[in-house]
Structure formats: structure tokens, C-alpha cells
């Protein structure tokens, strides 16, 4: 009889195991294959104050920062297109007053459709083939993988001028 009481329990704690046991959450940890950006100053890793990050061409609101202090971003790139800009702005505090300088980071690429799994469903990754930028605030851009997929991997890295020279 007490065998019988114990049924009940052990069923439930066999059906909470076995849906634990089929869920796959790596899908949700980055679901969409985005470029990340680190931001250096100078040579050094660090986070970059008065920055703000847009895309241009983009449709509605495509604002990413906004006089952020940013260690890193991710860049959206688009799959229905081959290349992708973005506007960077950084304000830096120079002598008596607030410095304005803008900069352009353009992206050229190729979108892949990739299916991950039946729980995720497909994605696109992107193979990188060029990476421009103008140079006012920013001294370079350094290309680290082309291939983005939806790992945390930082694909590129984003050197700021140290304009406290």
C-alpha cells in the first residue's frame, strides 16, 4: 500500500526530469549571429566613454548606443543585404570645451543561411569580406573572424584614438 502512495511521486519526478532532459537552451544564449565589437583605447582594452553607435540606411530606429560608455557592441548586419554601415560618435572633453567627431565603420559581407536544429530553427551566419572606416575618433578596425555565427566570439575590434596625449 505504501508502494502505491509512492507511484504518484515517482511519475512526477520522471516527467520533470525528462523535460529538463529535452529542452536546449544554447539556442538562447545568443540567438542571432551578430558581429561583437570590442573597444580599445589606443592599444589598451578598455571601455570608451561618449560614444554613440547607429546604422545608417536603416529603416525606423536604429539606434544601438547612445552617449554610452561601451567595453563592446554588437554590430546588427543585415541578411538581405551584402553591406552594412554604421555612424560611431564620440565625444571627448578637450581644453575648454566638448569635441564632436564622427566616424563611419562599414562592413561588407556575405550572409549564409545555416540551420541549427529543430528546437532553434535557421539563422543566418555571416562570412566578413571587408572592413572600412574613416578615422577622425577611431585609428583602426581590426578584424579578428570573418565567419560570425552566434557564438560569443568578439569578430572584430574597435581601436579608438587616445586623445589624452
Same mark, same amino acid.
Given at each position: 500500500?505504501?508502494?502505491?502512495?509512492?507511484?504518484?511521486?515517482?511519475?512526477?519526478?520522471?516527467?520533470?526530469?525528462?523535460?529538463?532532459?529535452?529542452?536546449?537552451?544554447?539556442?538562447?544564449?545568443?540567438?542571432?549571429?551578430?558581429?561583437?565589437?570590442?573597444?580599445?583605447?589606443?592599444?589598451?582594452?578598455?571601455?570608451? *566613454?561618449?560614444?554613440?553607435?547607429?546604422?545608417?540606411?536603416?529603416?525606423?530606429?536604429?539606434?544601438?548606443?547612445?552617449?554610452?560608455?561601451?567595453?563592446?557592441?554588437?554590430?546588427?548586419?543585415?541578411?538581405?543585404?551584402?553591406?552594412?554601415?554604421?555612424?560611431?560618435?564620440?565625444?571627448?572633453?578637450? *581644453?575648454? *570645451?566638448?569635441?564632436?567627431?564622427?566616424?563611419?565603420?562599414?562592413? *561588407?559581407?556575405?550572409?549564409?543561411?545555416?540551420?541549427?536544429?529543430?528546437?532553434?530553427?535557421?539563422?543566418?551566419?555571416?562570412?566578413?569580406?571587408?572592413?572600412?572606416?574613416?578615422?577622425?575618433?577611431?585609428?583602426?578596425?581590426?578584424?579578428?573572424?570573418?565567419?560570425?555565427?552566434?557564438?560569443?566570439?568578439?569578430?572584430?575590434?574597435?581601436?579608438?584614438?587616445?586623445?589624452?596625449?
Amino acid at each position: 500500500m505504501r508502494r502505491l502512495a509512492l507511484l504518484p511521486l515517482a511519475c512526477l519526478t520522471l516527467l520533470l526530469t525528462l523535460a529538463a532532459a529535452c529542452s536546449d537552451d544554447s539556442c538562447y544564449d545568443n540567438g542571432s549571429s551578430l558581429p561583437l565589437a570590442t573597444i580599445c583605447l589606443g592599444t589598451t582594452s578598455q571601455s570608451v *566613454g561618449g560614444l554613440s553607435v547607429m546604422g545608417i540606411g536603416v529603416p525606423g530606429d536604429s539606434l544601438l548606443a547612445d552617449s554610452a560608455t561601451l567595453s563592446e557592441i554588437y554590430l546588427p548586419l543585415r541578411a538581405t543585404s551584402t553591406a552594412t554601415s554604421f555612424a560611431v560618435t564620440r565625444r571627448v572633453m578637450r *581644453g575648454n *570645451g566638448l569635441v564632436v567627431f564622427h566616424d563611419t565603420i562599414s562592413i *561588407g559581407y556575405r550572409p549564409i543561411e545555416y540551420f541549427h536544429s529543430i528546437e532553434c530553427g535557421a539563422m543566418y551566419n555571416f562570412d566578413i569580406t571587408s572592413v572600412t572606416t574613416t578615422t577622425a575618433a577611431i585609428d583602426s578596425v581590426v578584424l579578428l573572424t570573418p565567419t560570425v555565427t552566434n557564438a560569443r566570439t568578439p569578430a572584430l575590434r574597435i581601436h579608438f584614438t587616445d586623445f589624452a596625449l
